[in-house]
């Protein structure tokens, strides 16, 4: 079966200056799109060139070359074309092929002033506004917050696993999480309904965090035959809530804050008020950060599949508090 993917290209002049947004995926199909747009320009006589790449998923050698001629053919004509927020693959291939400092800007260099409306920095507008859609990236001093289909996560499921297994190299939590386990409840994961898999990237990925929901609505509660939910239900009043795994990679100064974002996002995504997850009862390393991220532990529940007695940890999204039995 092949796959088809997709790109839509928007451009805004001002003056001499124009920012090209890109939504969606740079391959075979779509190359010819980019190249032709960013030809279109030059003959327009444009002398800077801003790609946004802040909605691009991935892009392939091909794609990387056509910005590449494009930049080397502005060059001749007196013009620049530099990339603004590109994912981390991206980044990968800019690194592998010695032209980031040809192509990229600085990492924390904005978005050009054309393109305030459309990609929003958290000091002027909070992630959790319903007037963005849901799959449009947060930026802030840096670093975006990006929302993953299952495919991209399949795609990106090693590098998660890197950063879930950095996120606890050397504390005492690292005993409890296996590589292996992480990777196959990833899988199991994302075959619920609901899914959703949030990432926070610079140049690499610095964090993530992915879960579903789990209520009345009809949503997945096969956890422990729902018995996870009665008692959920029974601790907080609450009927639906989201079954949430939290990584962070603690070496990043703003770990604290990616937590916190990621993890409200998410529950704004998935439109619950009510975050869960279920930690091992003797990691103390895991239950100390999710403590320092807002959630609250509810102590270990029996009754559940397993020979443990797993804790249940709960967080409220900001401004919902947590009514406790």
Request: one cysteine or more; glycine letters at 8%.
């Amino acid at each position: 079966m092949t796959a088809f993917s997709r790109l839509d290209i928007h451009r805004r002049n001002r003056g001499e200056r124009t920012l090209v947004t890109l939504v969606g995926d740079i391959g075979p199909t779509t190359t010819p799109l980019l190249r032709a747009a960013v030809e279109q320009c030059l003959l327009d006589g444009v002398t800077e060139i801003d790609i946004d790449l802040t909605t691009v998923g991935s892009c392939d050698a091909r794609g990387l070359d056509v910005l590449l001629s494009a930049a080397r053919r502005a060059g001749r004509v007196h013009a620049r074309l530099r990339l603004h927020h590109p994912c981390a693959q991206i980044a990968r291939l800019l690194d592998a092929t010695g032209s980031t400092s040809l192509l990229l800007t600085a990492p924390v260099s904005p978005v050009p002033p054309t393109a305030s409306s459309d990609h929003m920095s958290t000091a002027t507008r909070a992630p959790e506004d319903p007037a963005r859609r849901l799959d449009q990236p947060v930026l802030w001093d840096g670093i975006r917050l990006r929302r993953l289909t299952r495919w991209q996560a399949e795609d990106k499921r090693e590098d998660i696993a890197d950063l879930a297994a950095e996120s606890v190299a050397g504390t005492f939590g690292a005993a409890y999480h296996d590589r292996g386990d992480f990777l196959h409840r990833l899988a199991a994961t994302a075959h619920r309904p609901g899914f959703a898999l949030l990432v926070a990237e610079t140049t690499v990925l610095v964090g993530c965090a992915f879960g579903f929901p789990v209520g009345s609505d009809g949503s997945d509660g096969r956890q422990g035959g729902g018995t996870l939910q009665e008692i959920i239900q029974r601790l907080t009043s609450c009927t639906r809530f989201v079954l949430l795994t939290q990584v962070v990679a603690h070496p990043h100064a703003q770990h604290r804050d990616i937590a916190h974002r990621l993890q409200q996002r998410l529950l704004t995504d998935l439109h619950s008020s009510l975050g869960v997850t279920l930690l091992h009862p003797a990691d103390r390393g895991t239950r100390a950060a999710f403590s320092s991220w807002g959630w609250q532990n509810m102590g270990e529940v029996i009754g559940l599949p397993g020979p443990l007695a797993p804790c249940v940890l709960t967080l409220s999204a900001e401004g919902q508090p947590l009514a406790r039995r």
